[in-house]
């Protein structure tokens, strides 16, 4: 079998060795998100930074805990989520930004996604189509306890993920450009009762199933697509706080193993 490539001992792209992770991984895509997650932690430190790629490692309420950026969409999300199981993640959590489908889904609210639609790239590497995309019960679970906890609004339900920001989430591309197959997909996703594009869970959630890992995903609403609002950075700080107390309640829930699998 052909060897995957790696610099000495360290992962080729995020550069991290093994054990050089704790099991719970936070994942925003932006890597200046890092430092805004670790603020909220007891003690943080960086222990790598390459491309889109920059990883703290520290506690948060005495747990142990990481966050490593994905950049956007499935290609960069797929190399994370495997260099960080090589290095010791076994649940991650998904911390974005995600563009609501309903006119009830406010800017500033937090959703919590269940599923995602495999709208992705690197997920087809992987699984047929048919294969579910979807969160780790535990990790949901996990998610809204921390949400009704802190009194965020928050929607549980299924996400979009699309590796395109603008023709595939039907905003038009450079000069209008809006080819047939993008027009229509909102409205197509509203009738399933999708409620918001992402661009990386669809890949997150696809490899952690296969691999026996777990995964979840917490967004700040920053746009919404029926009422044509955007605000960048509202919910934000929100959906960062949420899945810090997860990892929290996660790791209460998991020392009880004896009660569940
Ligand atoms: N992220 C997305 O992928 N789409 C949006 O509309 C907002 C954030």
Do not use: C
């Not at 699984?127 to 549980?156: D, I, M, Q």
């Not at 706080?241 to 020392?255: F, G, H, M, Q």
Request: net charge neutral; hydrophobic share 45%.
């Amino acid at each position: 079998m052909a060897q995957r490539p790696k610099i000495g001992q360290r992962a080729y792209h995020l550069l991290l060795a093994q054990g050089e992770i704790p099991r719970y991984v936070l994942l925003p895509g932006d890597p200046g998100r890092v430092p805004l997650i670790a603020k909220h932690w007891d003690e943080a430190r960086e222990v790598a930074r390459n491309r889109e790629f920059v990883t703290y490692v520290g506690r948060y309420k005495g747990v142990s805990i990481g966050a490593t950026s994905t950049g956007i969409g499935s290609g960069s999300t797929a190399i994370a989520v495997e260099e960080l199981l090589y290095a010791g993640a076994d649940t991650f959590i998904r911390v974005g930004t995600t563009g609501a489908l309903w006119r009830h889904i406010k800017l500033g609210d937090l959703i919590i996604g269940a599923a995602a639609v495999r709208w992705d790239g690197a997920s087809r590497w992987y699984a047929p189509p048919e294969y579910p995309a979807v969160a780790h019960w535990v990790v949901v679970n996990a998610l809204v306890k921390a949400a009704e906890s802190l009194g965020v609004r928050h929607h549980v339900g299924i996400v979009a993920s699309t590796d395109s920001f603008y023709v595939g989430q039907e905003r038009p591309g450079h000069g209008g450009f809006l080819p047939p197959w993008a027009k229509g997909l909102i409205e197509a996703l509203r009738g399933l009762r999708v409620l918001s594009f992402e661009m990386e869970s669809a890949t997150i959630f696809t490899l952690a199933s296969i691999y026996g890992a777990r995964a979840g995903g917490v967004y700040a609403v920053i746009a919404n697509r029926e009422t044509d609002e955007f605000a960048p950075e509202v919910g934000v700080e929100e959906a960062i706080k949420v899945a810090n107390e997860a990892v929290k309640i996660l790791a209460e829930y998991d020392s009880k193993a004896d009660l569940h699998t």
